[in-house]
């Protein structure tokens, strides 16, 4: 009978044992603990939703609309056209690019989302921006005036000052997602003066966030030069539009 006893065996047993004991042990300091991609999904909804508490209402100023732009009733959406609009003259209408920016100032911490389609600008731009001509001053993303993200339905580009600060193609600001059909062609903008930063970010279609750029230190003279921000929004080709 001694022959049949393996002491390998019983150390293997009591092991298993003793491991049994571990997995269901809620003194262990681990126990119970989420995995790391589960804390991280955690940490990033928490954010996330951070971010979004800090959403604000933005409407289109028609007073600054190229007349190549067409508004909807309630200023919400603004859409490429063709055939000129009749809005009459006035000093802070841009009569060269098809641009157009928000009446809201963001003098606060304020995220917003924006639906996209064609190819477009999003843009963050002092009020002081040139309105008249086709130099670079007037356009968003070439000039010291305004930060723009440029988007396409092949990815996105970050400009500021004439520079190419960024590419995104679309395939890889989704490839965190489960699938490419999270591309949604939705974007969002958080800006922050208290941490003198600005960040773009793509939306998935399940309305997940992924960081594109942040411009930090932009904001040296926000308190200074008493100048406020505004969002911004131009339309690079025909039939492109953009929705708040």
Known sequence: MLDDYSPVDSLSDDEDSQQSERDTDSSDPDFGLPDRETMEDELLETFIEHLRGYACELELDSNTAHRGLKLSEDNMKVT??????????????????KQVMCREALTRRSFWEVEWSGEVTIAVTYRGISRKGVSDDCK????YHSWSLECADDGYTVRQNKEIITQTSSSSSSSSSSSSTSYSGRVAVYVDPP??????YSVSSSDKLTHLHTFRGIYGNLFTVK???FAGFGLLSGSSSVSL
């Open 80 to 97: 490429s056209v063709e055939e000129e609009q009749p809005y009459a003259d006035h000093p802070e209408r841009f009569d060269s690019w």
């Open 140 to 143: 968003f993303g070439e000039n």
């Open 195 to 200: 941490d003198c930063s600005l960040s773009f």
């Open 227 to 229: 100048e406020p921000l």
